[in-house]
């Protein structure tokens, strides 16, 4: 076993946890679960085992003991059964940076081939297909041709000010693809010179992290940035909060990074774009690495009540506090189950609320809670922030005109 992929700030975090398990009241997995295993103060006493046994300095702060191969395992196992929400770090009183800590392991646990033979999958997908799932790259942007008046050349243009980065799971997922729909259509329709990447996107790199490949990481990153950079834009739209949060701390910062939230929200006071009357009761879910990771709050929730007619209903827990949908950090590749659980927790939420939808802005939720909604018949709808203000969009050209961006 290695430790090479954390750093001394982080070795020592490992010694400061006063094992107060704050960390567990609030950790998803293990209210899902009700597996105390699965939480971060577990995971820390592991990890002070991890490092135990290792010569000179760090023997002398963590003792001689080490485990063997079952145990590993058997902790690998708790490790990837994380959605990454980053919770626990929140209430940390000592303030561990937990999140990152849970990468590094990660990366560790990889390098010391103890990990879920789902990583395999992922790696191989990404290496062979540049996105997370294993479909043809070339097939990136084939949503566009589903779309009702798409221009002819499908949003992918020689040159542009901004590109919009739309994400492997947008690209891919049926569920998921009415959020480019939505904002190709919000952006065309507000005259923004944008372009897609198409088959020149590849991931983010966020699985590649998430299933500790952070070797292959580099790669992925200069080439997006080395394509965008071709295109001319000096702006990049993410609807993916998960692609956002890797570009904006992984990625040497050339451009300028905004999330659909924020962009569309600078487009409304710039009366860009013209909102009608929407009479809807929302409540609003904040996705992981858009809430807690981005520290991007109140944007969303401004863009919400830009709409007339639009009431929107706190969660109990919202904001920094806000539970995860169960979708972060692979979950969803390594235990379904659990992550089905954890998204089940989420919809009662919602339904405590009394809201008719609950609105999110990310592909990765819309997908987790929409699907447990569906199968279990529950009534509530589910939308991304994009599709909710589409709803509300004025039509710049009017019903019947024959325009291709005029809508039903
Ligand atoms: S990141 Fe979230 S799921 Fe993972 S240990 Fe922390 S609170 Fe639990
Ligand atoms: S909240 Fe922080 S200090 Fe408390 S048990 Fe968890 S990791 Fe340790």
């Known amino acids: 076993m290695a430790h090479a992929h954390f750093t001394v700030r982080q070795l020592f975090e490992m010694s400061a946890c006063t094992d107060c ?12 679960s ?18 135990r046994g290792r010569s000179g300095f760090f023997r002398k702060i963590f003792g001689k003991k080490t485990c063997d191969a079952e145990r590993w395992n058997h902790f690998s196992d708790t490790v990837f059964r994380c959605t990454l929400c980053g919770n626990c770090q929140e209430v940390c009183p000592v303030g561990i940076h937990l999140k990152e800590l849970w990468i590094s392991l990660r990366a560790d ?21 540049h996105n997370v799932f294993g479909e043809d790259n070339e097939e990136r942007a084939e949503w566009v041709e589903e779309m009702a008046g798409a221009p002819e050349d499908g949003y992918i243009r020689e040159k542009a000010e901004v590109v919009y980065f739309a994400g492997c799971v947008a690209a891919y997922f049926p569920l998921a693809q ?23 996107e590849w991931c983010c790199g966020f699985p590649l992290l998430g299933a500790g490949l952070k070797d292959m990481f580099q790669e992925f990153a200069a080439h997006n940035l080395d394509m965008v950079r071709k295109k001319g834009a000096d702006k990049v739209v993410f609807a993916c909060p998960s692609c956002y949060q890797m570009w904006r701390e992984h990625y040497p910062q050339t451009v300028q990074l905004f999330h659909g939230t924020q962009f569309l929200l600078s487009l409304v006071k710039d009366k860009r774009i013209k909102l009608r009357d929407l009479p809807l009761t929302v409540t609003y879910h904040d996705p992981c690495d858009l809430g807690r990771g981005a520290r991007v709050f109140e944007q969303p929730r401004e863009l919400i009540r830009s709409i007339p007619g639009v009431r929107l209903v706190e969660l109990a827990d ?42 999110t802005s ?13 199968r279990n018949k529950v009534p509530v709808e589910v939308l991304d922030i994009t599709e909710l203000v589409l709803k509300a969009l004025k039509p710049v050209f009017p019903k019947g005109s024959g325009h291709p961006l005029s809508r039903e």
Not at 109 to 129: C, G, H, T
Not at 366 to 374: H, K, L, P, Q
């Open 21 to 32: 398990q704050a960390c567990a009241d609030v950790c998803p997995a293990v209210s899902a």
């Open 34 to 51: 009700r597996d105390g295993e699965l939480s971060a103060v577990y995971r820390i006493r592991g990890l002070e085992k991890f490092v």
């Open 109 to 129: 646990l990889v390098q010391a081939r103890y990990f879920p033979r789902k990583i395999n999958k992922i790696r191989d997908n990404l290496e062979e297909s």
């Open 178 to 200: 009415k959020i480019p729909v939505a904002l190709a259509r919000i952006l065309e329709s507000s005259g923004v010179d944008f372009t897609l990447l198409g088959k020149d």
């Open 318 to 359: 919202n904001r920094e506090a806000c539970a995860c949908c169960g979708g972060g950090g692979n979950l969803e590749m390594i235990d379904a189950e659990l992550s089905k659980e954890i998204a089940g927790r989420k919809i009662a939420d919602v339904l405590a609320t009394g809201a008719q939808a609950v609105v």
């Open 362 to 374: 990310c592909q990765q939720c819309v997908r987790t809670m929409a699907t447990f909604a569906r």
